[in-house]
């Protein structure tokens, strides 16, 4: 089953690594791009590091990510001419289609969780459910694979640089991680915590995944870094349940998501897709409501935990 399940999940990585590819193409093609050569190979390089990055040795797609890290610092990658939404057929569609051009999103949700209960897992279920929506979508809008190319192009250029981050984020908490961060974390914690109170125990657990979060962009690339520099040192030593606590507290960093630019999937890709003017418009209308469950996971934490 495990060969099957890193198979399936290499297959889903090529299938994006083609995609990145195909927009490098599409933006080599465009002679009056103004970073066309910087542009395109961003996307190729990301391309190769999906599609072909687990074959190759890892010195050489550490190299073609510090590359793509250069490109992106000397701003060598804008976004282009893409294909734009012709509103009179959009407006159309929507007309026609209603409320079911929801059915694909809430299809993606739920085969992913009923696969994710299966041998294959939760990873290899969004890949399977993200291919069977995108197929339900094109039945549904009676789109052409054209018009499924254009748009995968559109939101990959629109997303840009961005759309790298939850891979790096992610990376980058393994490394604080094996780094010790996490004891050092402990440490600076143990002065400052009252031995014993679990009340402040759990404060400082939610918080630190919370601001952790906002740090690193990514509830799970903090979890493994704040649950051992500060879960199970101050919570789970008190007695804590490290189920209810650890549920608890990886949701307690979902509320660090909402507060920052670092979690591009939710607070870039809206922005841009929606074409906001504030580049923080998301974020600000999401803080009042991200304050507030962080003081109702303090809550649970301390009344279920213990």
Not at 106 to 121: C, D, E, K, N, R
Not at 237 to 266: R, S
Not at 271 to 276: D, G, I, K, Q, S
Request: glycine share 12%; aromatic share 10%.
């Amino acid at each position: 089953m495990e060969g099957i399940v890193n198979g399936l999940l290499e297959f889903f990585y090529i299938l994006i690594g083609l995609l990145s590819i195909m927009t490098a193409v599409r933006v080599f093609r465009e002679a009056d791009h103004p970073t066309r050569l910087g542009t395109s190979a961003f996307w190729l390089l990301l391309g190769i590091v999906f599609a072909f990055g687990n074959f190759l040795p890892y010195l050489v797609d550490g190299i073609l990510i510090v590359l793509m890290g250069c490109l992106t610092f000397f701003k060598q990658v804008q976004i282009g001419k893409i294909v734009d939404v012709d509103d009179e057929k959009a407006e159309a569609s929507a007309k026609r289609i209603g409320s079911t051009i929801f059915v694909p999103c809430i299809s993606l949700a739920l085969i992913a969780v009923v696969i994710s209960y299966t041998p294959l897992g939760g990873q290899v279920g969004i890949g399977i459910a993200s291919i069977l929506a995108l197929l339900l979508a094109v039945v549904l809008t009676s789109a052409k694979p054209k018009t499924v190319l254009d748009d995968s192009d559109r939101m990959l250029r629109q997303v840009g640089t961005a759309g790298i981050l939850p891979q790096l984020l992610a990376a980058l908490g393994v490394i604080f991680n094996a780094a010790g961060v996490g004891d050092v974390i402990s440490q600076g914690i143990s002065g400052v915590v009252p031995e014993g109170n679990r009340f402040i125990g759990v404060v400082a657990y939610c918080l630190g995944m919370m601001i952790f979060t906002m740090i690193m962009g990514n509830g799970f690339a903090a979890f493994t870094v704040i649950t051992a520099g500060i879960g199970v040192p101050f919570v789970m030593a008190q007695g804590g349940d490290p189920v209810v606590a650890g549920a608890l507290a990886m949701t307690a960093g979902f509320c660090g998501t909402l507060l920052t630019p670092m979690a591009a999937n939710f607070n870039a890709l809206p922005v841009a897709l929606l074409e906001m003017k504030d580049p923080n418009g998301v974020i600000k209308a999401q803080a009042s409501i991200a304050f507030l469950l962080l003081v109702i996971h303090i809550a649970l934490m301390y009344f279920w935990a213990f």
